[in-house]
């Protein structure tokens, strides 16, 4: 046994538990009788094609209310009907890519009005369900952007230079749409470089100094904030995000550089979670090899971020610090509970 | 007519008769007397007046004589806070004649009143048993609160400890706190500014009061006091924050940039008290007349409502009711 070998045992101790990259989703046959659009839409998750949570979500519910508001089924059964079709959509969906705890507690709720709903609803079923839909994606999303950077734009000063991690669609439309003169200074990362999407699209606007995580503690002293986006943020007040960030904020705070999250409160989860590993995503080992290369790879889709270097969250109800994440939770359900 | 100095004229009535340092007492009573009087017959032009009497007043704070430009951030969160309990006891308020409707809110006010002059007590019962026997305190600048608190504790509950007071240039406020303490028995000792790292060594806690506390459990307190507090964390020793509840601000500094406009430059004040003044007045300066304590460098916080650490103090925050941001627990009324 030699040295390697116990290297590669060692690694896979660590990540063992967690769900294996299924190599051959191509091939395998979709359900019978899915909607052509479910399985397009589990394809371009797989394929990174789609990639962000907020683009995913919307990516989600928008197909979900089209094939709802498709159902050509009896209205008698519509009930029972269209709670098997959601959870078929959602098994198929997860082989694809796991969906993500906003859009996971979303559906919960959807298949939990439906159980509510009248027996003699009949087909006005689908307009309620499209209805709810609609208003998730209006409300938590797209307002809820809207009020977040309206938020945001008070805290970007003339002359800053502030740091930003990936690409994140909030903070993106946010540096857009400032008016100030400020320098951003956008860190990216293997293997998606998807600081670069960010970049291109900012470059016409905004001075840019692109460059990789390698580089951020040279940049660190000159940066006056830290902008980041979330995949969701848990109880514990700790942030999930892509993986990199927990080293940007560990920097950050080192360099008592404060980090704003730029989060809608949909991504708020109950979850709590102490490291990046007992609960995480991987994503295909290939992408981070060269063709041919036989070494084990492991491809994390996130990391955590310990609340204790996060200064700042911004969401639509305001400006919180990150421990008040489970009594905004509270308050949401309570408020969602008396509507 | 609305006379919007009403309240502010009778505060430097009152600041004048009272003994220094007890101005949230003042500020409500300031503002009871305009309610008392108040000759409007609706609800809205009730309310109107209020709203008038306590801006003008929180904006003018500053020209009081014998009101430091510090003491008055807190009674602005003071002031606005007010007018958000005002409002909300209002709308809560079903009479329609305006006298009933005046009687009840005064009565509402009064309660308010007794709440934050019984704070005091409230605050000592949080914080004494932190008080032990033989421990050394170390006191920066001079908070009413923590003078109150050393001198209740030495006397009324025969406490024996000893405290090294920090001068707190430039007002020096750390001598009449010295002072203070000496002439009840309490062995003080005072201490220049720049030996805080040295002081802390023998110190077992450090005892502060606040100006504000801010929403994310940290505080902006006299200049000098984020120093100590950075001094302790390094010396592992705690750094305890008394100060009542009504001190708490709907504000989120991130760096000491993000100070209030009104304790970030002292501008005209004489900023150096020494022999040698006359060589300095022309000299470019930087002049903060308070500084911001982030919330990792708080231990605790001791308040009338308990003792937080400065995380759960946002717990408490949520407890405010919808839009008007007063904390519901401060709004019910005492037993």
């Not at chain 1, 995503?281 to 996130?302: S, V």
């Not at chain 1, 996060?310 to 610090?321: D, K, Y």
């Not at chain 2, 005209?268 to 304590?293: A, G, H, K, M, Q």
Request: with cysteine; proline share 4%; charged share 25%.
């Amino acid at each position: 046994i030699n040295a390697e070998y116990m290297g590669t045992i060692k690694m896979s101790n660590l990540i063992s538990h967690l769900e294996k990259f299924e190599v051959n989703f191509q091939n395998k046959d979709a359900p019978k009788g899915m909607h052509p659009d479910i399985i397009c839409l589990g394809h371009k998750l797989r394929n990174n094609q789609i990639t962000g949570t907020n683009a995913r979500c919307f990516a989600i519910l928008i197909t979900l209310r089209k094939i709802i508001e498709e159902y050509r089924g009896s209205p008698e059964t519509i009930n029972k009907n269209i709670s098997v079709l959601l959870d078929e959509v959602r098994a198929y969906l997860r082989t694809a890519r796991k969906l993500g705890s906003g859009v996971e507690s979303y559906l919960d709720n959807l298949k939990l009005s439906i159980f509510n709903s009248n027996r003699d609803i009949g087909l006005g079923l689908t307009k309620k369900l499209s209805d709810d839909i609609g208003d998730f994606i209006d409300q938590k999303i797209r307002k809820a952007d809207d009020l977040i950077i309206k938020n945001g734009l008070e805290l970007i000063n003339d002359d800053d230079v502030i740091l930003t991690f990936g690409r994140s669609y909030v903070v993106e439309r946010l540096l857009r749409e400032c008016k100030k003169k400020f320098h951003l200074i956008i860190v990216d990362n293997p293997p998606y470089y998807e600081g670069r999407q960010m970049a291109l699209r900012l470059a016409r606007q905004i001075p840019i100094t692109y460059t990789c995580i390698s580089g951020v503690a040279y940049f660190m002293r000159k940066v006056q904030k830290v902008f980041l986006g979330a995949s969701s943020m848990l109880s514990n007040g700790a942030l999930i995000s892509r993986v990199g960030t927990a080293m940007i904020s560990c920097i950050a705070h080192m360099y008592r550089k404060p980090v704003l999250v730029f989060c809608e409160t949909y991504k708020f989860s109950e979850k709590t979670q102490l490291d990046s590993l007992s609960e995480n995503e991987l994503a295909d080992p290939q992408a981070l090899l060269e063709p041919g290369d036989k070494t084990t790879a492991i491809n994390l889709r996130y990391d955590l971020t310990p609340r204790n270097y996060i200064n700042m969250v911004i969401t639509e109800t305001g400006l919180i610090p990150p421990t008040s994440i489970p009594v905004m939770l509270r308050e949401l359900t309570r408020i969602q509970g008396t509507n | 007519m609305l006379d919007s100095k009403k309240a502010y004229n009778h505060f430097v009535l009152l600041v004048k008769e009272r003994p220094p340092g007890d101005f949230a007492l003042t500020l409500i009573d300031s503002l009871l007397h305009v309610l008392k009087e108040t000759q409007e017959t609706t609800r809205q032009g009730l309310l109107h007046e209020m709203k008038d009497n306590t801006n003008y007043l929180t904006e003018n704070l500053i020209n009081v004589e014998g009101l430091t430009r510090k003491s008055s951030l807190a009674l602005h969160t003071l002031g606005r806070f007010f007018h958000h309990y005002i409002t909300s006891k209002l709308s809560g308020l079903s009479d329609t004649s305006l006298e009933v409707i005046r009687s009840k809110l005064v009565a509402r006010v009064e309660d308010l009143r007794e709440f934050v002059m019984s704070s005091r007590g409230k605050v000592l019962s949080s914080a004494l048993e932190f008080i032990k026997d033989g421990i050394t305190i170390f006191v920066h600048g001079n908070s009413p609160l923590v003078e109150f608190l050393l001198v209740e504790a030495a006397v009324k509950h025969n406490k024996k400890f000893s405290v090294i007071v920090s001068e707190a240039r430039p007002d020096c406020e750390g001598y009449a706190l010295t002072k203070s303490l000496l002439a009840v028995g309490i062995a003080a000792r005072l201490v220049v500014d720049a030996a805080v790292a040295y002081a802390l060594e023998e110190a077992d806690i450090v005892l502060v009061g606040a100006e504000t506390v801010v929403e994310t459990g940290g505080i902006i307190n006299g200049i000098g006091t984020y120093t100590c507090a950075l001094c302790a964390k390094m010396l592992k020793k705690p750094f305890y924050v008394v100060c009542e509840s009504f001190k708490f601000a709907r504000m989120y500094p991130l760096t000491q940039k993000d100070l209030p406009e009104i304790v970030k430059d002292r501008k005209t004040l004489p900023l150096f008290r020494s022999r040698e003044t006359d060589d300095v007045t022309n000299l470019p300066v930087l002049s903060p007349l308070c500084d911001y304590t982030p919330p990792d460098l708080v231990t605790l916080l001791f308040t009338d409502m308990g003792i937080f650490t400065p995380v759960s103090y946002t717990h408490l925050r949520a407890h405010e009711t919808g839009r008007n941001l007063v904390c519901r627990l401060l709004l019910e009324k005492k037993k």
